[in-house]
């Protein structure tokens, strides 16, 4: 994998505090993306699912 200088690349997650740093990713996400300032609890947890399977999935190819 290769890094780059974007700063809307996603940040490595840190296993301790996962589901925190997904929300948090998932509100910026929203608001710099998408500009809602206040999303819903669902509207987060559908991009905080959708980041989990991003994760899951760069986890198992990474080493393809």
Known sequence: MQKSDSCL???PLLLSNIEEQLESLALWILEVC???KTPSALE???VKN??????IYEA????I
Do not use: S
Request: hydrophobic share 25%; net charge negative; proline share 5%.
């Open 9 to 11: 690349e996603m940040p």
């Open 34 to 36: 998408y500009n809602q």
């Open 44 to 46: 987060i947890l559908h």
């Open 50 to 55: 959708e980041l989990k399977q991003i994760y």
């Open 60 to 63: 198992q190819t990474e080493y």
